[in-house]
DNA sequence: GCAATACTGAAGCAATCGCTTGACTGTCCG
DNA sequence: CGGACAGTCAAGCGATTGCTTCAGTATTGC
């Protein structure tokens, strides 16, 4: 179950663009023709299409064809999969406090009152 | 609490990257200096600087310079602002299945089994 | 059948990215 | 003091992005 690095470059370059996390956000009220997706943007379809590509590179949409226009739809489980990658790093940094002990974790800031 | 797109941007952006996702892999395991981090990687010390530093634009990382030497530590807060914003989309997903019914909820798949 | 619709693909272009080199600043050690 | 160490800054360079235009292709509706 281990994720590619690349997959995860993919992922998370896909998640950085406001546009493409507008699409997003948009998918999450329901499924979407790209037309429909491109409707609040003020560029071209082919941008949107490309836009679509990388979201679908990243594994966090999934498209399908039907006729003349393509369906566009969330795919949880990568997006599931970006959130579980940040859990694990944030949960393995709270384990190495647990291990040391509550000393530091009660000085998250520099003691000296520096700066 | 609404996260700014430029902070979402910078954040993901920071993510995008092998060899950041790395370091903060490394940061997880406690605090490092540049050239603690730099250590595994083939590259300049430079380039190892301005990872750290799209790092901690993007909110992941926080650092603090003392002496001659740069300490770098994971930071929680940022990590956990990623993983948030994820959550809230799939969370949103979800609720609209659920208003729907459980209907849309058994045919995660396409049903027509093409390609 | 024929026009409108909904993409799709390729080429091109400015801006940004990841990286390098090289010259520099500040700190520590003997 | 002087040299090694740890970074910092700036310029530059090839590759990649995000976008455009334009020329297709495949459906749909009249």
Do not use: Y
Not at 12 to 18: G, I, K, T, Y
Not at 57 to 77: M, P, Y
Not at 80 to 108: H, K, V
């Amino acid at each position: 179950m281990l994720e590619s690095h690349e997959h995860l470059d993919k992922m998370f370059h896909a998640l950085a663009d406001r546009s493409r996390r507008a699409m997003l956000d948009r998918l999450t009220r329901g499924p979407a023709t790209v037309s429909e997706l491109a409707e609040p943007f003020d560029c071209t379809l082919a941008a949107i299409v490309q836009h679509v590509k990388v979201l679908e590179a990243g594994g966090l949409v999934r498209t399908e064809k039907i006729g003349r226009s393509r369906t566009c739809r969330l795919d949880t489980a990568g997006v599931a999969r970006a959130e579980r990658w940040l859990q694990e790093r944030r949960q393995l940094w709270s384990d190495r406090f647990d291990r040391l002990g509550e000393i530091l974790e009660r000085t998250p800031d520099t003691p000296g009152g520096r700066e």
